[in-house]
């Protein structure tokens, strides 16, 4: 048994990229046409066939736009006296080498005295952080030794989860949609997608209000997993669906050492599920051969 006497407090770490990935309409391809439903955040819309359909297929491969250059990040976390800190890291158009670089320092020397938390961090934020700084063992160092509950999903169940639907589930605190531009309008549809646009136009304090209001909800959501147990949400049907987790939230290289999904049905039906080795590639392949043991399954 471990005691909570000797564990870290979570940090939760989140990035902007500073290249807009454009949205597509999957039924006529216009990149130009799609804009978020008037009323209900989770849809799309493309202005000129008039398909509507979940944000999700509208979304092109962000691996196909690389590099994608990092704009700004941040770090939230309580410290010894329970006073909650928020630290950024910025660059201006984005952030060069060297400081995606020095980024990465800093997260080790938090990892020091924390542990560091992301939502989809072994498969977006630091193979993004690996590619811009070129330290890719630093990068990936910190990834395997950091717990991502999106990471578990895919590794216990084999598909992905949104954080805003587990943030619901766990009566988490909610994300930012709403921000205040420079000239004192506003936007209502803030989302990471737009994050780029905003960030190239000069609006840095809606960029950074917004990354902040992410990174504290992700805090939130991170230590109600954590005193719970399990991640709770509701499926597209509106069923409760629980996944429980046996200890405390593995580290994305413990997470190798679970039992694997069940993923053979989705393959049969022609599907592509992401598994903790497709998801790590980026950290080199004998990497990832040491932490499946060569276990093809994974
Ligand atoms: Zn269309």
């Known amino acids: 048994m471990q005691l909570d006497f000797f564990k870290k407090p979570y940090a939760a770490f989140d990035l902007e990229i500073a290249k807009p990935i454009p949205s597509e309409c999957p039924?006529?391809?216009?990149?130009?046409?799609?804009?978020?439903?008037?009323?209900?955040?989770?849809?799309?819309?493309?202005?000129?066939?008039?398909?509507?359909?979940?944000?999700?297929?509208?979304?092109?491969?962000?691996?196909?736009?690389?590099?994608?250059?990092?704009?700004?990040?941040?770090?939230?976390?309580?410290?010894?006296?329970?006073?909650?800190?928020?630290?950024?890291?910025?660059?201006?158009?984005?952030?060069?080498?060297?400081?995606?670089?020095?980024?990465?320092?800093?997260?080790?020397?938090?990892?020091?005295?924390?542990?560091?938390?992301?939502?989809?961090?072994?498969?977006?934020?630091?193979?993004?952080?690996?590619?811009?700084?070129?330290?890719?063992?630093?990068?990936?160092?910190?990834?395997?030794?950091?717990?991502?509950?999106?990471?578990?999903?895919?590794?216990?169940?084999?598909?992905?989860?949104?954080?805003?639907?587990?943030?619901a589930g766990m009566g988490a605190v909610r994300k930012v949609h709403t921000v205040t531009l420079s000239d004192g309008s506003t936007l209502d549809h803030m989302s990471g997608a737009v994050a780029p646009e905003l960030w190239a136009e000069g609006e840095y304090t809606a960029v950074l209000n917004y990354l902040e209001g992410d990174v504290i909800a992700l805090l939130d959501v991170i230590e109600k997993i954590a005193a719970a147990g399990h991640i709770a949400w509701q499926s597209n049907s509106g069923r409760g669906q629980v996944l429980h987790i046996d200890g405390q939230l593995p580290t994305v290289k413990q997470c190798f050492s679970l039992p694997p999904a069940n993923i053979a049905w989705m393959i049969n039906k022609g599907g592509d599920p992401p598994t903790p080795a497709k998801v790590m590639q980026w950290i080199g392949k004998e990497q990832v051969a040491a932490l499946t043991g060569g276990r093809s399954w994974q």
């Open 27 to 167: 039924d006529c391809k216009s990149r130009d046409h799609v804009i978020p439903h008037f009323a209900d955040r989770s849809l799309s819309v493309c202005d000129n066939c008039g398909y509507q359909d979940q944000n999700w297929r509208f979304s092109l491969d962000w691996r196909q736009f690389m590099p994608l250059g990092i704009s700004c990040a941040a770090l939230a976390f309580f410290d010894e006296f329970g006073k909650r800190h928020v630290k950024f890291w910025q660059g201006r158009p984005q952030m060069t080498p060297p400081e995606v670089a020095s980024m990465l320092f800093d997260l080790q020397a938090y990892a020091q005295r924390y542990t560091l938390a992301t939502w989809n961090g072994a498969g977006f934020d630091f193979e993004v952080a690996a590619l811009e700084s070129g330290l890719v063992n630093v990068a990936s160092d910190l990834c395997l030794n950091h717990v991502d509950p999106m990471f578990y999903i895919v590794a216990r169940k084999g598909w992905r989860l949104k954080l805003d639907k587990a943030a």
